[in-house]
């Protein structure tokens, strides 16, 4: 049964965000708000936290494309190849935003992502999101929830997620209506940004 607890993004109350994260890394898996849709992640570091994230989802997990969840930019070395001087501008200037970057990443991959050439990096524009990852101290491997409602694409309302997820996750954060429109997904790898998937951010980036 999954623990409730409620953060407003004003000022997210650091003991309940403290709260959150031990479960968090312990291997819980955690339902929390963006600046897009709610979304379900997991530590990074936890590859049994990793498996149940991609079990829910329905996927294996060394195919899966979820996203590393970052507070900032300062960490993107740790995960990402070197790159170039004009994509760190670009990144400098949407993030925080609704948007997953797509980079080539380095050896320094959890294991179980060693086969992929390439992350997902978001950075949301979100206290909450952005505390949790504070206070863990590595990014949370994040994927959005969706209802099987197609007219709902995703779900918005934390009651609503917190009634089907409570059996299957470890804690809940409740940070008020989530919006229903994804992030803007936009590859990096080449020599031009190619668009994936138009979402909440601009495409004039």
Request: glycine residues 6%; proline residues 5%.
């Amino acid at each position: 049964m999954a623990v409730l607890i409620k953060l407003y993004e004003e000022n997210p109350n650091p003991k309940d965000v403290q709260m959150a994260v031990k479960i968090i890394r312990n291997g819980g898996l955690v339902i929390y708000p963006s600046d897009t849709v709610y979304a379900l992640g997991c530590d990074i570091t936890n590859t049994k936290a990793l498996e149940r994230v991609a079990q829910i989802k329905g996927v294996k997990l060394e195919k899966a494309n979820f996203s590393f969840v970052c507070e900032d930019l300062s960490n993107l070395s740790d995960y990402v190849k070197q790159i170039d001087s004009a994509t760190f501008k670009l990144l400098k200037r949407n993030l925080p935003g609704p948007y997953t970057f797509i980079l080539p990443g380095n050896n320094n991959l959890p294991t179980v992502f060693k086969k992929k050439k390439e992350v997902g990096i978001r950075v949301p524009d979100n206290a909450i999101a952005q505390a949790l990852v504070r206070e863990l101290g590595n990014p949370i491997v994040s994927t959005s929830i969706k209802d099987e409602d197609e007219v709902i694409e995703y779900t918005t309302d934390p009651e609503l997620i917190y009634e089907k997820w409570h059996k299957l996750v470890d804690v809940i954060i409740d940070g008020g209506f989530g919006d229903n429109v994804a992030s803007t997904v936009i590859d990096l790898t080449g020599n031009e940004p190619v668009l994936i998937r138009e979402g909440k951010g601009s495409i004039e980036i």
